[in-house]
């Protein structure tokens, strides 16, 4: 099996709210993809959606002295040496 075909579609989650479907829709219109971090937060909202939020929250704007700019160049920094679109 190869990676390309165990990674989950996140675009099509049957556990998403109509509300968070809307959401994403409207940013993919915007920007014209979707964002990653909301689309990956909000995949299984009820298994993992308040937790999962709060640790990228708290890693992304968190203590540390970084700026929200830093943090933001830092994460497409490290989403490019790992190859993916963010």
């Not at 968070?20 to 909000?42: D, E, F, Q």
Request: glycine letters at 8%; a positive charge; one cysteine or more.
């Amino acid at each position: 099996m190869t990676q390309a075909q165990m990674r989950v579609d996140l675009t099509q989650s049957k556990h998403r709210p109509w509300y968070m479907r809307m959401g994403l829709a409207l940013a993919k219109r915007r920007l014209g993809s979707y964002p990653a971090p909301p689309l990956t937060i909000t995949y299984r909202p009820s298994f993992f959606h308040k937790s999962l939020a709060g640790y990228i929250m708290r890693a992304m704007h968190g203590s540390g002295g970084w700026t929200k700019g830093d943090a933001e160049m830092f994460a497409a920094f490290v989403s490019d040496l790992n190859s993916c679109a963010y």
